[in-house]
């Protein structure tokens, strides 16, 4: 029963009764696994450029800005940093004084090598007349711990981590937040401008407006270009409701219990942009300036391979609205969407002319990404696969482990033997060939979606996640895979990862 109550919150959300029937329906049934076929694969699936071709598609990106296109960088940059610093929180509630674990010792014995370390310092001698030096000197450990989490201090345990110093130079400090700006300016500016635009929370937007206000102009003055910032918000629409143990509606107080939907929600944020060509990079994922040319590179690549296979599929859709082609011609266009976007389908070969077009312009009238794959090197997350699709067809596919059934030995030994790993390194054309944006939402796989088993207040709690926005949120796009180099992947995990040599 929905009482009014409940109406009211939906209607406050943007929700429907609808939605949120079917959303409680899913926790009954479960999203089904993916069907896969086989892992990408250098062999086939992961695109390896030569040397000559490497330079051949950037110099194809070069030209595709000089023709005053629009080009952004989307960048999620939402989430708190909190995760980061769970083992220091686990210290300062440790009944023992001074480092214990390897990871407390490490800390410790390198803080002066943080980026933040200055302001850390002057944040000790404010709140404790002693610096950092000073405090651990005299065995007080856990104060200089309180001083970079507490909101007393840098409250660095609550900000997201684009608002972190990351890296250190001579004659400065950046953020993460900064070191997205440079990029922008290396790779993705077009027409003197770079346009960027943050997923931010709404607790922190103004603190992400106030240090763009304060660092932009040094920026624009270091590459002579003009930055355009945007911010968004995730839309309470795309939350998603709660679960008990017996998949009712959870309740605190008697009121519904909704959560966000997870990065699958903001495919909504994107289909908000207005831009030929945008880049995803995850917020965390950036070096200092000596090691970015790798990344500027390859970068430049993806995006002149997406540019070089746009300009191809256009030119077919452009053939197949004149309605003047040959058979020899839906044959080209067959081997192009089977071989270049690599999607196939098997009954392809019984079609006749008429449901073949139907059938290419449906797969060439999409949107479209290129995304990069590091080799994989043992980290947890998602790889890129060959998948069956709705429709019967098979293409490339991001893929989560929670997508594939572990129980099925084939399915299970395909994903733990996948040569590839997904850094989230993604470049996106979202206009079809006459200039107009694609409603990004219509080519979501809603069967894609995950469970997860939670607790709150001592009950089981039940939680929904939308198809992840380069899983099932993307799952109707023509995709590519491109080999990048895994220096081009440097998540910062844990605060410790910025003393890595890439983060020095």
């Given at each position: 029963?929905?009482?009014?109550?409940?109406?009211?919150?939906?209607?406050?959300k943007?929700?429907s009764?609808?939605?949120?029937?079917?959303?409680?329906?899913?926790?009954k049934?479960?999203?089904?696994?993916?069907?896969?076929?086989?892992a990408a694969?250098?062999?086939?699936?992961?695109?390896?450029?030569?040397e000559?071709?490497?330079?051949?598609?950037?110099?194809k990106?070069?030209?595709?800005?000089?023709?005053k296109?629009?080009?952004l960088?989307?960048?999620?940059?939402?989430?708190?940093a909190s995760?980061?610093?769970?083992?220091?929180?686990a210290f300062?509630?440790?009944?023992y004084d001074?480092?214990t674990?390897?990871?407390?010792k490490?800390?410790?014995?390198n803080?002066?090598n943080f980026?933040?370390?200055?302001?850390l310092d002057?944040?000790c001698?404010?709140?404790?007349?002693?610096?950092?030096?000073?405090?651990i000197?005299?065995g007080?450990y856990?104060a200089?711990?309180?001083?970079?989490?507490?909101?007393?201090?840098?409250?660095?345990?609550?900000l997201?981590k684009g608002?972190?110093?990351?890296?250190?130079?001579?004659a400065?400090?950046?953020?993460?937040?900064e070191?997205?700006?440079?990029e922008?300016a290396?790779?993705?500016?077009?027409?003197?401008?770079?346009?960027?635009?943050?997923?931010?929370s709404t607790d922190?937007r103004?603190?992400f407006e106030?240090?763009?206000?304060e660092?932009?102009?040094?920026?624009?003055?270091?590459f002579?270009?003009e930055y355009e910032i945007?911010?968004s918000?995730?839309?309470p629409?795309?939350d998603?409701?709660?679960?008990d143990?017996?998949?009712e509606?959870?309740?605190?107080?008697?009121?519904?219990v909704f959560?966000p939907g997870?990065?699958g929600?903001?495919i909504?944020n994107?289909?908000?942009?207005?831009?030929?060509?945008?880049?995803?990079k995850?917020?965390?994922?950036?070096?200092?300036?000596?090691?970015?040319?790798?990344?500027v590179?390859y970068k430049?690549?993806?995006a002149g391979i997406?540019?070089d296979?746009?300009a191809?599929?256009?030119e077919y859709?452009r053939l197949?609205?004149?309605?003047k082609?040959?058979?020899?011609q839906?044959?080209?266009?067959?081997r192009?969407?089977?071989?270049?976007l690599?999607?196939?389908?098997e009954?392809?070969?019984?079609?006749?002319?008429?449901?073949?077009?139907?059938y290419?312009?449906?797969?060439?009238?999409?949107?479209m990404?290129?995304?990069?794959?590091?080799?994989n090197?043992g980290e947890?997350g998602?790889?890129p696969?060959f998948?069956?699709n709705p429709d019967g067809?098979?293409s490339?596919?991001?893929?989560e482990?929670?997508?594939?059934?572990?129980?099925n030995?084939?399915?299970k030994?395909?994903?733990?033997n996948?040569?590839?790993?997904?850094?989230v390194?993604?470049?996106c054309a979202?206009k079809?060939?006459?200039g107009?944006?694609?409603?990004?939402p219509?080519?979501?796989?809603?069967n894609?979606?995950?469970?997860?088993?939670k607790?709150?207040?001592?009950r089981?709690?039940?939680?929904?996640?939308?198809?992840?926005l380069w899983n099932?949120?993307m799952?109707?796009?023509?995709?590519?895979?491109?080999?990048v180099?895994?220096i081009?992947f440097n998540p910062?995990k844990?605060?410790n990862d910025?003393l890595r040599?890439?983060?020095q």
């Amino acid at each position: 029963m929905i009482s009014k109550a409940d109406q009211a919150l939906l209607s406050k959300k943007g929700i429907s009764a609808e939605q949120l029937a079917e959303q409680l329906k899913t926790f009954k049934t479960g999203f089904p696994f993916l069907k896969i076929e086989a892992a990408a694969t250098p062999e086939h699936g992961v695109i390896c450029p030569s040397e000559s071709e490497v330079e051949a598609y950037i110099a194809k990106w070069a030209e595709f800005c000089s023709k005053k296109q629009t080009v952004l960088k989307f960048v999620p940059a939402s989430g708190a940093a909190s995760r980061m610093f769970k083992d220091l929180f686990a210290f300062l509630s440790a009944e023992y004084d001074v480092p214990t674990t390897d990871f407390e010792k490490k800390f410790f014995e390198n803080v002066e090598n943080f980026a933040f370390y200055a302001d850390l310092d002057a944040m000790c001698q404010k709140n404790n007349s002693s610096s950092i030096k000073e405090l651990i000197a005299a065995g007080n450990y856990k104060a200089v711990v309180f001083n970079l989490l507490d909101f007393t201090g840098l409250n660095y345990g609550a900000l997201p981590k684009g608002l972190l110093k990351f890296h250190s130079y001579e004659a400065c400090t950046r953020t993460a937040l900064e070191e997205h700006l440079v990029e922008g300016a290396l790779y993705a500016a077009a027409d003197g401008k770079v346009k960027l635009h943050f997923t931010v929370s709404t607790d922190h937007r103004q603190l992400f407006e106030a240090l763009v206000a304060e660092c932009k102009p040094a920026y624009e003055a270091k590459f002579g270009v003009e930055y355009e910032i945007s911010f968004s918000e995730q839309k309470p629409s795309t939350d998603t409701v709660a679960a008990d143990a017996d998949n009712e509606p959870f309740r605190e107080n008697g009121a519904l219990v909704f959560r966000p939907g997870g990065h699958g929600a903001l495919i909504e944020n994107l289909n908000d942009i207005d831009a030929d060509i945008i880049f995803i990079k995850n917020i965390d994922n950036v070096v200092p300036d000596r090691l970015k040319d790798d990344t500027v590179t390859y970068k430049k690549l993806l995006a002149g391979i997406l540019v070089d296979l746009q300009a191809q599929a256009f030119e077919y859709l452009r053939l197949i609205d004149s309605g003047k082609y040959t058979h020899e011609q839906i044959e080209e266009m067959i081997r192009f969407v089977q071989q270049k976007l690599m999607c196939r389908h098997e009954d392809v070969k019984h079609m006749e002319d008429c449901d073949l077009v139907l059938y290419l312009r449906k797969k060439l009238n999409r949107p479209m990404r290129v995304c990069g794959m590091v080799k994989n090197v043992g980290e947890p997350g998602g790889g890129p696969f060959f998948a069956y699709n709705p429709d019967g067809s098979v293409s490339l596919q991001i893929l989560e482990s929670s997508q594939i059934d572990m129980n099925n030995s084939e399915a299970k030994s395909m994903f733990e033997n996948g040569t590839h790993f997904n850094p989230v390194d993604l470049v996106c054309a979202v206009k079809d060939y006459k200039g107009e944006k694609f409603c990004l939402p219509q080519f979501v796989d809603k069967n894609t979606g995950f469970i997860s088993h939670k607790s709150k207040n001592g009950r089981e709690l039940k939680a929904m996640e939308l198809p992840g926005l380069w899983n099932g949120a993307m799952s109707d796009w023509s995709t590519v895979f491109v080999e990048v180099p895994l220096i081009t992947f440097n998540p910062v995990k844990t605060v410790n990862d910025l003393l890595r040599d890439v983060h020095q």
